[in-house]
């Protein structure tokens, strides 16, 4: 008799049900029929991707946190990334096993993201420190509402300014240095500038299809 062949994409549902039963029962969900999962903290989000190859059958895991306050119809790793090595496919038996150790380093790595990144402040602190190691545009806008959310309001403004002065290169880099220069005309009035990153916030939210209504950072979870 001869062996049943594998089913074409049977690593992708093989994918879809360790993650179902690991990563569903810490509160994830799925982002329709995608190989992405979402964690959904309310002003941040933990964006879970059982990234495929163009190459082999299998799959790569990226793990990382969006901030909300970065309005965008787009997911985004503001804050990691890939976790892990590949995992490839050779047959059924085998990446059934592949597959459960992925969801279970994915439950690892959110749980460790939700307690890193608990609060503002603590957002706050890990943006500073990784600021002295790396230097971008988006890693600055954020490092800014941060540390405008938390009442850092020097911080934010030297950060804002460095994203004012910055030589522009494309559109997008126009766009972030106008929303820098409206947040930063917000810092004296705290209110105001928590109020505005809240409706930021909630303006992704819509974007992304999130639902709910947006949780202020300052409030902690």
Not at 10 to 38: D, N, V, Y
Not at 43 to 53: A, H, K
Request: with cysteine; hydrophobic share 40%; glycine share 8%.
């Amino acid at each position: 008799m001869s062996q049943d062949k594998p089913q074409p994409h049977i690593h992708g549902k093989l994918i879809q049900q360790a993650a179902q039963e690991i990563l569903a029962l810490i509160g994830c969900t799925r982002r329709g029929r995608s190989r992405t999962w979402i964690d959904d903290r309310g002003w941040w989000i933990i964006v879970i991707e059982f990234q495929p190859s163009s190459f082999s059958k299998g799959s790569y895991l990226n793990i990382g946190a969006m901030w909300l306050w970065r309005e965008s119809e787009h997911l985004s790793f503001d804050n990691g990334y890939r976790v892990g090595k590949f995992a490839d496919f050779k047959n059924e038996d085998q990446f059934c096993g592949e597959a459960h150790r992925l969801a279970l380093l994915a439950r690892e790595q959110v749980l460790a993201l939700r307690e890193e990144f608990e609060t503002i402040e603590k957002v706050s602190s890990v943006l500073v420190s990784q600021a002295k190691a790396t230097h971008n545009l988006w890693q600055c806008f954020h490092d800014a509402v941060a540390a405008g959310c938390v009442g850092n309001i020097d911080s934010a403004k030297d950060n804002f300014k460095k994203l004012e002065t910055w030589e522009t290169e494309f559109d997008w880099h126009v766009h972030l240095q106008n929303r820098a220069r409206e947040l930063s005309s917000l810092l004296e009035d705290r209110s105001n500038f928590r109020q505005e990153i809240k409706a930021a916030v909630g303006r992704t939210r819509e974007l992304l299809k999130l639902g709910g209504s947006p949780a202020e950072p300052w409030g902690g979870f």
